[in-house]
C-alpha cells in the first residue's frame, strides 16, 4: 500500500531527495518548506500525489495548522520526516544572541513543534514513522560548528524521549544522523557570525581541513532512508555514510578511553 509522507525542508537538499524517492515509489506526500516554489515542476509531474504547503516551522501555530492540512490532503499520515534546519557557522564566542536564538528556533524547536503537532494524528490512526535527521556529530561539539552540533545533539535526546513515550501507539521513531551531503547547507542555508580575529588561525586551519569537497549528492542517501521505512523494526538511531560511521565509531572508541584514563577519579565518590 502506497504511503503518506510529511517531509519538512522538503523543497531542496535530503528533503528534496527524499521527496522524489518516495514519489517515484508510488507514495504520496506532502512537501514542506518556507518557499515551495522550487517544487513547482515536481509537482506538475506528480499532480495527485504531492502537495507542496509553505509553512515556516519556527512558527509553532503554523506549523499545527500545517499538521492538520497535510492529514487532511490523504486522510492519514504513514512517515512525518523532521528534516528542516540551518546552519550558524562560527566560533562560540562570536555569535549573537539573536543568531543564536534564531538557531534553535530552526534546528530545536521547528523540530520539537512538528513531532508535538503530528503525534496525536498517528496515535489516533495507530501508528506511524518519524524520522528525525541530525547529524553524525551529534557526539560532541567540534569549533565553528558548535552551535550547530548543539541544536542536533538537543533534538537527539528530546527524540529518544519521544521515542519511548510514543511506541506504546504504534509509533516508531528513528534519529538519522547524516553524514555531509551536498545539501547547500553550507552556502543557501548557512548563517555566519562575524569573525573575531583572536580566532583566524585556528579558523584558517580548519577551512583548509575541510576543503572544498562538499559531499556526496543528497540523493545518494535516498535508497537507504527508504529501506529505513521498510524495517517493520527499525533502529533507534541510524548513521548514514561510510565515511560517517567509522568516524562516530572512532569518536566512540577514544571517548570511552579517556572516561577510563579517569576512572579511578570517578570512583572516589559514590553516585
Known amino acids: 500500500m502506497d504511503r503518506v ?51 515556516d516551522v519556527t512558527d509553532r501555530v503554523a506549523v499545527f495548522a500545517a499538521a492538520e492540512q497535510a492529514f487532511a490532503a490523504f486522510g492519514r499520515l504513514d512517515v512525518v520526516v523532521n528534516n528542516a534546519g540551518a546552519m550558524l557557522l562560527g566560533m562560540v564566542e562570536e555569535a549573537t544572541e539573536a543568531q543564536i536564538r534564531a538557531h534553535f528556533d530552526v534546528n530545536l524547536f521547528g523540530a520539537v513543534w512538528v513531532t508535538q503537532a503530528v503525534l496525536p494524528y498517528l496515535r489516533a490512526q495507530g501508528g506511524g514513522r ?12 567540534f569549533p565553528m560548528v558548535g552551535l550547530y ?5 538537543a533534538l537527539d535526546s ?11 501507539f504504534g509509533v516508531k521513531l528513528t534519529i ?41 549528492a543528497p540523493d545518494t542517501a535516498a535508497p537507504v532512508i527508504m529501506e529505513l521505512v521498510d524495517l517493520p523494526d527499525p533502529p533507534r538511531r541510524l548513521i548514514v555514510g561510510t565515511g560517517s560511521f567509522d568516524m562516530v565509531q572512532q569518536d566512540l572508541q577514544d571517548r570511552m578511553a579517556k572516561y577510563r584514563a579517569w576512572e579511578h577519579l570517578s570512583r572516589k565518590v559514590p553516585g
Open 5 to 55: 509522507w510529511f517531509i519538512t525542508g522538503a523543497s531542496r537538499g535530503l528533503g528534496r531527495a527524499f521527496t522524489e524517492a518516495a514519489l517515484q515509489a508510488g507514495d504520496r506526500v506532502v512537501g514542506a518548506a518556507r518557499n515551495v516554489e522550487p517544487l513547482t515542476e515536481l509537482a506538475e509531474q506528480y499532480p495527485d500525489d504531492l502537495v507542496r504547503l509553505p509553512v
Open 130 to 141: 518519524i524520522l528525525q535527521v541530525t547529524t553524525m556529530g551529534t557526539g560532541g561539539g
Open 149 to 153: 552540533a548543539a541544536g542536533k545533539s
Open 158 to 168: 528530546v527524540s529518544e524521549a519521544v521515542a519511548m513515550e510514543a511506541e506504546q
Open 176 to 216: 538519522v544522523q547524516m553524514g555531509g551531503y551536498d545539501t547547500g547547507l553550507f552556502t543557501t542555508g548557512t548563517t555566519m557570525t562575524t569573525p573575531d580575529p583572536h580566532y583566524q588561525q585556528l579558523r584558517d586551519k580548519l577551512i583548509e581541513m575541510w576543503g572544498d569537497d562538499a559531499g556526496p
